[in-house]
Each structure stands twice: as C-alpha cells, then as structure tokens.
C-alpha cells in the first residue's frame, strides 16, 4: 500500500479519490482549507509552503504519488486567486515534494487540468508566457484586457499553462529520470456541487446546456477517481507527460482535425539534441 498526497481532497473530485484511494487501502493526506489532514490556504506563499512542509512531515520523506485537485472555477471571480491556486498552488508544493517522490519506487502524480485548456478561444500568448516565466504580475495585468470576462480567461489560461508545465517537466531528468511518472487529466463537465450550484443559476445553467458534449448529460465524479487512480497504478508506467481528456468528446469536437499533427521542422534539432541527452544519462 501507498502513501498518497490530495490536494482539494474535502469536496468533488478530490474527495472521490481520496475516497477510493482510502477505501483500496492506501494512507492518503488531504489538503484543503478544512476537513484535511493538512488545512492550508493554497492562494498565499505562506499557505503553500507549509502545506508542502506538512505533507512532508506526515510522509516522513517518502511520497508514493499526489493527486492535485485543489482549483477554483470562474466562479470565485478573482483572476489573481484563480492563478495563484490552479497554477502555483500545483507546481510550487510539487516542486517542493519532488524529493520525496523521488524516494519512492516508480512514483506518479495526477494534476487536474480541464477541457477548458483546450475549448476556450482567445486566450492571449502573454499570458501564457507570463505563467511560464512564473510572473503572476503579468498574468493579472494581462487578463484585466478580458474585463468582466476576465475570470472565465483566468480559469482556462490557468489549465492550459499548469498542462503545459505538466508536459515540459514530466519529461526532465529530475522527474522522468528518477523514476516519476507525471501526468494530467482533464476532466469536462463533472456533476460535482460546484457544478450544482451553476446548474441552480439560470444565466449559467443556459450556457452549460448549450457547451457541446458529444455523449450528452454530465460526467461523474465517481468515474474521474477510477481514472486516476488507474493512472496511479503500475499499468500507468508508461503513462508520461500525457493530457488525458475525460470529457464526454467535447475536446475532439473542437479539435478533430487540430492535434495530434507532426512536429515542425524547425523543431527537430532541439529534439533531437534532447533525445541525446536523455541516451547518455
């Protein structure tokens, strides 16, 4: 059995894993603003880092795999939150955990991502570029073009930059190379209180209906947990650097024609030069 670290772990998605790990007989240390283990508030620099220390404490220096979970929704209308919760509140306690994950054999890691990183149009490339850089001043200052629709952009730039840096990193020596398998799902709409209380609103109980869901209706919360756990198990081994999109065919709709496509020619000297380095390790 496994030690395991859930952020967002007292309510929706993250319960529903916390629930299953727990209930397969794995220890799991939730994080989250109450009910938790670890209770900490994810949108200060205070706040992460001692909810990294402590998961540290509780492990004692040997984590199996984390599940990140913890978000806010365009919902709690503050672009800088959203950002510093779905984007810092990931990489910051992952960077800090990485050790500990390293300790442990063949870790994994599920970051929670969305289809909004791939179905929501006009998101600026500053953005994006600020989130790589790690400046959340140019974030903020970038989204405030959006105006009143400024949570709705910080809610999707978020998930594309924290899938992005998924990506980037899962693919590196200090986490492919020692053993960590890091990967993220992203979920569509998923019947979550949340998603209740959006539904319980007509202006946005409309816009919902009207999102293209291929196979109708609304996901499970339930269904999310057996996908990560699936992807924390040995049959994930292979599984790195992959976006898995568990949405109801909402992401294909969009994208049919858009991905997979070839990699650019312009591109293939830095790849191959990476796949050099990584033969010589």
């Given amino acids: 059995m496994g030690t395991y670290a859930v952020t967002g772990?007292?309510?929706?998605?993250g319960r529903a894993v916390t629930e299953k790990l727990t209930a397969a007989g794995h220890t799991v240390i939730g994080v989250d603003l109450?009910?938790?283990t670890v209770t900490g508030d994810l949108s200060t620099p205070d706040g992460r880092r001692d909810a990294a220390a402590a998961v540290l404490a509780h492990c004692d220096g040997v984590l199996d795999g984390a599940v990140m979970a913890a978000g806010l929704g365009p919902a709690s209308g503050n672009p800088r939150l959203i950002s510093q919760v779905n984007y810092l509140g990931v990489v910051e306690l992952l960077e800090a955990w990485r050790p500990a994950l390293a300790q442990a054999d063949r870790a994994k890691v599920v970051v929670f991502s969305s289809n909004s990183s791939s179905t929501v149009p006009m998101v600026l490339r500053r953005t994006l570029n600020a989130y790589r850089?790690?400046?959340?001043?140019?974030?903020?200052?970038?989204?405030?073009?959006?105006?009143?629709?400024?949570?709705?952009?910080?809610?999707?730039?978020?998930?594309?930059a924290i899938s992005r840096w998924v990506r980037r990193t899962a693919v590196t020596r200090a986490w492919s190379g020692e053993g960590i398998r890091l990967n993220a799902i992203a979920p569509g709409a998923i019947m979550t209180p949340l998603l209740e209380k959006q539904l319980a609103t007509p202006a946005e109980a409309k816009q919902i209906k009207r999102f293209p869901v291929p196979i109708g209706g609304f996901g499970d919360a339930g269904q999310i947990a057996d996908w990560v756990v699936f992807m924390l198990s040995d049959a994930a081994d292979f599984l790195c650097g992959s976006v898995v999109f568990v949405d109801g065919g909402s992401d294909a709709w969009f994208r049919a024609e858009d991905w997979?496509?070839?990699?650019?020619?312009?591109?293939?000297?830095?790849?191959v030069h990476r796949s050099k380095a990584f033969r010589h390790r």
């Fill in 9 to 13: 772990s007292a309510s929706g998605m």
């Fill in 34 to 36: 109450a009910d938790a």
């Fill in 133 to 160: 850089d790690g400046d959340l001043d140019k974030v903020v200052s970038s989204l405030r073009l959006y105006g009143k629709q400024a949570p709705t952009f910080a809610y999707a730039s978020s998930k594309i």
């Fill in 260 to 271: 997979p496509g070839p990699v650019p020619a312009r591109r293939l000297r830095r790849y």
